[in-house]
């Protein structure tokens, strides 16, 4: 199956370089060629940096410019125009570890039933201490979708930047809410996109990622809000929090 990249990138001259190189880098490692086998589009989101220039250096890579500023519009933006029936949203503050992209294409390929896999971030830019403590933050969620999802038929949990799904299957879901802001938009997904077919978040699919909002707002904080907007996606279909705030720390 051809895959899809979509990077949304608002103000990010600080990020785009490494995460489009480790892109790249995994297309290659598995032997694909862009433009047949994968394509990557970055998503230029109202940007007034140097995003877009930086981007376009690298050959093959799509810029889109999409005005209209808000993560959701953006990732829906790419999907719009990309082809592959695998979409791999990404956010411009990651970087795939070796073997990201040859977990994606072999779990899929053994499940036919799968329509969208999820995995946690590792803050490369904090101690081993915090980087546990996050992860003691997704075992509740994790735990609890384990249970719940056989028995409601709806995932709980997929991580917004680290996640991919099955074009065919988000399409009948009915795609991206572009009323979401920011907050809420990965359980929007998880259990729209769950009504399709099975909805996977694997430990064994990592990806780092830059801890600028939590060094911001601080983790217990974060941690409130993102629990807060996921329990009220799942019963009402609408985040609590409609505001957010953009932290860009280079």
């Known amino acids: 199956m051809k895959i899809s990249f979509v990077v949304p990138a608002y103000n990010e001259e600080a990020h785009i370089g490494p995460c489009v ?7 290659k490692d598995n032997n694909l060629e862009i433009g047949t086998d994968a394509e990557v589009v970055v998503v230029n989101n109202a ?6 220039e930086i981007a376009a250096r690298y050959p093959g890579i799509t810029v889109l410019n999409e005005p209209i ?10 999907f719009v125009v990309t082809t592959g029936e695998l979409v791999a949203n990404i956010d411009a503050d990651t970087v795939m570890p070796r073997g990201w992209l040859a977990t994606v294409l ?38 609890f979708d384990l249970v719940a999802q056989p ?27 572009t009323s979401i802001q920011f907050y809420g938009e990965d359980a929007d997904v998880a259990r729209r996109i769950s009504t399709q077919g099975r909805v996977v978040w694997s430990w064994g699919l990592p990806i780092y990622s830059s801890g600028r909002r939590l060094k911001k707002e ?4 974060m941690a409130f809000v993102y629990a807060v907007n996921l329990f009220a996606m799942h019963l009402t279909g609408k985040p609590y929090h409609q505001q957010y ?4 720390i280079k």
């Open 21 to 27: 190189e480790s892109i790249v880098r995994e297309i």
């Open 69 to 78: 500023k808000g993560l959701v519009m953006a990732r829906r933006a790419g």
């Open 106 to 143: 072999g779990t899929f390929a053994a499940h036919k039933k799968l329509v969208a896999l999820s995995g946690p971030f590792i803050y490369h830019d904090f101690n081993p201490v915090v980087r546990v403590l996050v992860r003691l933050f997704y075992f509740p969620g994790w735990l």
């Open 151 to 177: 028995v409601t038929g709806r995932a709980t949990m997929l991580q917004g930047g680290n996640f991919i799904v099955r074009r065919s299957a988000w399409e009948r879901a009915g795609g991206f809410d």
């Open 218 to 221: 601080g983790i217990m904080r």
């Open 47 to 52: 940007s007034t940096d140097r995003t877009a």
């Open 245 to 248: 705030s953009d932290i860009r």
